[in-house]
């Protein structure tokens, strides 16, 4: 094969990955870019046949709808969502941070010790079960102990159903920490709690930064245990995107992609500012010494 037609082959395969890649990428953020569009829309543009993919007239209505609440139709009433954003900011978060600070616990022991494949399982057991099996007797015992519709209550749960990944996905790295600095630590004579604070730690922070991540997901976006230990009282932002579902009113879609980008923004935020740490954190452990 000759020179130019080689340079030929090789610049129509760039341009064909590269076409491809913007295709899965344009598929990939345009129902983002949909909400973004919805959430500026006024109520007559909502459902349109054809879409209206940009509003002819942009709106704030369904920020104002999310924020301050409304009577809605038939008489319904849709409270402000500021207080199911605060509850979910909170118990997302301290979930988060428990189930951080525990997991490091676990995880060092595990590595340090050279915990066996057994207590791997057993800690993370709790995953191998759909969430819909634990939760009558998780109800029954939260009522004996009245925690049903408790700030209290939702984080126990939260973290005990996302400690098993944290669990996991920290021994990964904490596995890659080189013996070498712990007898060096060791023979300057730091303690357990020393060694793991100075030496473990600050090697292992890009992992723990993306492990942190991705737990303040799945807390924050949990639906099943805020329906059923919290619908009552306390309640978080996936409820209220529930509540815009109504069968004498119909579907509130503009202010459903209104709030689905106001829940979005504190993840985005926190992997902003982690960015730095992501990358290197989703491959940190992947080479064994």
Known sequence: MSAGKLIAKNVVKNISV??????????????????????????????????????NNPTIDNYSFIIFGTVGYYTRTYPSAAVPYLNTVFIAVIATLIAIAVGILGSYSLSRF??????????IMPRMFPPMAMIIPIMIFFQMIHAIDTYWGLIIVYVGFTLPYSVFMLKGFMDSVPKEFTEAAMLDGLSEWKILYKVWIPIVKNGLMTTALFLLILNWTEYTFALTL?????????????????NEAGTYYGPQSALGIMAAIPTIIFGILIHKYLAYGFTFGALKR
């Open 114 to 123: 050279k915990g066996g494949l057994p207590t791997l399982i057993s800690i």
């Open 230 to 246: 919290s619908s009552r009282g306390v309640e978080t932002i996936t409820l209220t995107l529930a509540k815009l579902f109504s």
């Open 18 to 55: 590269h076409v491809i890649i913007y295709v899965i990428t344009a598929s990939l953020l345009f129902p983002l870019f949909w909400m973004i569009m919805t959430s500026f829309k006024p109520q007559a543009e909502w459902v349109t046949y054809p879409p209206t993919w940009i509003p």
